[in-house]
């Protein structure tokens, strides 16, 4: 993996920081597909909130903002954004999707987090 990054304006193009696994992105790319979109990028932010103190959102945006970190996987077709404020909670972290009995969705396995809550869903 390449450690390179280039800026566009204010819009840099990494290929560090946050990744996405195989599984993960196929399973955006299946959603993107369904949608019938190609220009929405996975949005992964850091928000105040939860049990711990911080939680994570990830949603569809066609939106590119000043700061924003861009990585892209699965030969350029899923973008994952994040904005200045989140990249640095987030370098290093893995997104995943499992599809099991008990759970399904994705999951983020991150090592800026230094405890989470019973719920999974916040961290500090």
């Given at each position: 993996m390449s450690t390179e990054t280039t800026s566009t304006t204010d819009i840099a193009i990494s290929t560090k920081g946050i990744s996405l696994s195989d599984v993960?992105?196929?399973k955006v790319l299946a959603l993107l597909?369904?949608?019938?979109r190609d220009d929405l990028?996975?949005?992964?932010?850091?928000?105040?909130?939860g049990c711990s103190g911080l939680r994570y959102q990830?949603?569809?945006?066609?939106?590119q903002l000043d700061g924003d970190s861009?990585?892209?996987f699965a030969s350029g077709k899923v973008k994952v954004v994040t904005d200045k404020m989140s990249t640095p909670?987030?370098?290093g972290a893995t997104i995943d999707f499992v599809d099991t009995?008990?759970?399904q969705g994705f999951t983020i396995d991150n090592?800026?987090?230094q405890g989470s809550c019973a719920c999974g869903d916040s961290f500090n």
């Open positions: 993960a992105a196929e597909t369904q949608e019938g990028s996975l949005r992964v932010a850091v928000q105040p909130g990830l949603y569809f945006d066609d939106r861009i990585s892209e909670y987030l370098m009995i008990q759970k090592p800026n987090a």
